[in-house]
């Protein structure tokens, strides 16, 4: 168990709604649950791919199209899964050097000058996704996918990286709120 799930499972009890918030905690806890199991199937998937074109190429002299092409779509979907589900573990890359030689309050403005980039990069990508999903039907040559299809991975890694956002916002908020209430 690493120390996010240790924070997950952490009742706050010092919060007025920790009710909420707990229940806030399950569905979160759900999600990233479940993105687990679908980004093992999809790693799962990909290994099955590029065995079959490793075994088809170099033991039956034959290379499979569908194979390269289906690793190719698992694999985009992958990364883009993983890097939401990274963002709700909160196991990102962060280079915190200069961060911890900040001050408390300067830590408190630079992680709400992240949070709202990363608000912007993410609100880019929708928007830029709308643009270019209008009058797209293109397909995948060998299987046939969607590119629709293929490319929404971004905006579910958008989605999720703003869900994680956000929780990163509310508790940012909620540690200046309870610091201000236990301050005489």
Known sequence: MSSNDSQLST??????????????????????VSLRIVTGLLVLGVVFCVSANVFGRFVLNTSY?????MSRVLFIWLVLLGAG?????????????????ATPRLRKVL?????????????CILAGFKELTAGFTS????????????????PVMAVLTLLANTLALVALFRSNHSRRRNTP
């Open 11 to 32: 009742p706050a009890t010092s919060q007025p709604d920790a009710h909420d918030s707990l229940q806030a905690q399950g569905w979160v806890r759900w999600l990233i």
């Open 65 to 69: 199209a569908w194979a390269e092409e």
């Open 85 to 101: 589900l990274g963002s709700l573990e909160k196991e990102h890359v962060a280079v915190t050097y200069f961060r911890n030689l």
């Open 111 to 123: 992680a709400l000058l992240v949070i709202a980039l990363i608000y912007l990069v993410c609100l």
């Open 139 to 154: 397909a995948t040559p060998m299987l046939g996918i969607s590119k629709t299809w293929l490319y929404s991975a971004m």
